[in-house]
């Protein structure tokens, strides 16, 4: 099955605390992408990436880091989180970058 | 800057009320106009994408429509099942980021 998985789908943790949410795609996506989800600011992209080795900020990049280091995965890195960090968080890929995303579930981050 | 603006934030049916949710962009050079569904605690579903003015998809109980100005998500005689908040998002020409209305909420009464 054709699906975008991420890991954990929850998480609380407290500030400060590095962390990581995993991001992996099973359809030999080129592009891949990290979105926030706020409610009244709607969906926000944070980074994506054309390829492996190719990534670029999104509207909302400051506090959060990426890799793409294989094709499949594309690792979410906040490296000293904070409360304002505390988001919903979607993982999306697609064939190409004008091509239909298809989306995560999502991960439900709180940081106290 | 792309900008995606999203009427109404919510619209409320009863169950065959037809209606039309709107989707107003400004961007320099549309590569593509992309509709999602999102049901509450899940991603977003894609629906359709529109590439060019004129052009128009259908899909079930919905009809997207692109104008070189916006887009509209018709939906005809709605269930509730078809409840959820649609998204409308721009891909333009000068970079690769895609960027997304706020959203409706649509609410389909029985």
């Known amino acids: 099955e054709a699906q975008v998985t991420q890991n954990p789908r929850y998480l609380i943790t407290v500030t400060g605390k590095k962390l990581t949410v995993t991001c992996s795609q099973n359809?030999?996506?080129?592009?891949m992408s990290w979105y926030r989800q706020d409610p009244g600011l709607g969906l926000r992209q944070i980074y994506y990436?054309?390829?492996?080795?190719?990534?670029d900020k999104g509207d909302v990049p400051e506090g959060y880091k990426v890799s793409r280091k294989e094709k499949r995965n594309f690792p979410l890195i906040l490296e000293s989180p904070s409360p304002n960090q505390t988001s919903l968080y979607f993982c999306?890929?697609?064939?190409?970058?004008?091509?239909?995303?298809?989306f995560g579930d999502g991960t439900r981050l709180s940081i106290l | 800057e792309d900008q995606v603006t999203q009427s109404p934030e919510a619209l409320r049916l009863q169950e065959g009320e037809s209606s039309s949710l709107n989707c107003s962009y400004t961007?320099?050079?549309?590569?593509?106009l992309f509709w999602y569904r999102q049901d509450p605690g899940k991603g977003p579903e894609f629906l359709f994408t529109?590439?060019?003015a004129g052009e128009e998809k259908e899909k079930e109980r919905l009809k997207a429509t692109l104008t070189k100005k916006e887009s509209f998500l018709h939906i005809t005689a709605p269930k509730p099942e078809d409840s959820a908040t649609y998204l409308c998002?721009?891909?333009?020409?000068?970079?690769?980021?895609?960027?997304f209305g706020k959203g409706t909420k649509l609410t389909v009464n029985p």
């Open positions: 359809m030999n996506h080129e592009y």
């Open positions: 961007v320099s050079g549309l590569r593509g």
């Open positions: 529109l590439y060019s």
């Open positions: 998002a721009v891909l333009g020409g000068g970079s690769e980021k895609l960027v």
């Open positions: 990436s054309m390829n492996v080795e190719v990534t």
């Open positions: 999306a890929s697609s064939l190409w970058g004008n091509q239909p995303q298809h």
